[in-house]
């Protein structure tokens, strides 16, 4: 049973546009959400993280939203740059000692020129 | 100040032998993560190891995998008598914290099962 669903599975957009990537998950004992970026060969880099606790995070042209309710959030990526293309994955940590990471299946982003 | 350092790169086994994976964490880090990755896939949790101690095996398949973390040297994750199926990327990560935030990983061993 997969926790975090992440969508859409690839994404493509011009240099400046803004891609959006979403998850959601089922589980609501997770109490940190971060999301990493992967290129080719290399392994996952975390990006920025958000509690459950702040609805919006920015970090630089990064920003996380949240939305508790819904169990959903994303990650919007602002003037987006070819040097951006990679695969982002989102994931969620569960609570009360254990601390893996649950992950979603990634999202693979081409900003083209 | 070196990054997670995994070795081999990749690593070439025919089924049945044994497959050794190492991963020296960040200087200053006691906490290591083994996941699995493959390929369209998120990665998997295997393992969460403190220095001489498995604090959460869960992920890991009961027979043929095992990993450990000792006092000195690099946490090891063995699997024997690999099988086509074992062939995806292995990710270590570590973390100065329990907390599990704040993962830095390394670039991973690419296994190939023939």
């Known amino acids: 049973q997969q926790q975090v669903k992440q969508s859409p599975q690839s994404l493509i957009v011009q240099k400046g546009g803004i891609p959006i990537i979403n998850c959601a998950y089922e589980n609501t004992a997770f109490d940190y959400f971060p999301w990493y970026q992967q290129f080719p060969g290399k392994g996952p880099a975390l990006l920025i993280a958000i509690r459950p606790d702040v609805s919006e995070k920015k970090e630089g042209r990064f920003t996380i939203s949240f939305n508790k309710s819904a169990k959903q959030f994303s990650l919007h990526i602002m003037d987006s740059q070819p040097g951006d293309s990679a695969t982002y994955f989102c994931a969620a940590r569960g609570q009360g000692g254990s601390e893996k990471l649950v992950f979603g299946k990634g999202t693979k982003l081409t900003v083209n020129p | 100040n070196a990054g997670v350092m995994q070795n081999p790169r990749h690593l070439v086994r025919r089924r049945g032998q044994e497959a050794r994976l190492r991963c020296s964490p960040m200087k200053g880090h006691s906490h290591v993560y083994w996941y699995r990755q493959l390929p369209e896939e998120g990665l998997k949790f295997m393992v969460y190891?403190?220095?001489?101690?498995?604090?959460?095996e869960s992920g890991m398949p009961k027979e043929r995998f095992s990993a450990e973390f000792p006092k000195e040297g690099p946490s090891i994750l063995r699997i024997q008598q690999v099988v086509r199926g074992d062939s995806a990327a292995y990710f270590c990560?570590?973390?100065?914290?329990?907390?599990?935030?704040?993962?830095?990983f390394g670039s991973g061993t690419q296994l190939s099962v023939l």
């Open positions: 190891l403190q220095k001489e101690n498995i604090i959460d």
């Open positions: 990560a570590s973390s100065p914290t329990r907390a599990g935030e704040k993962l830095f």
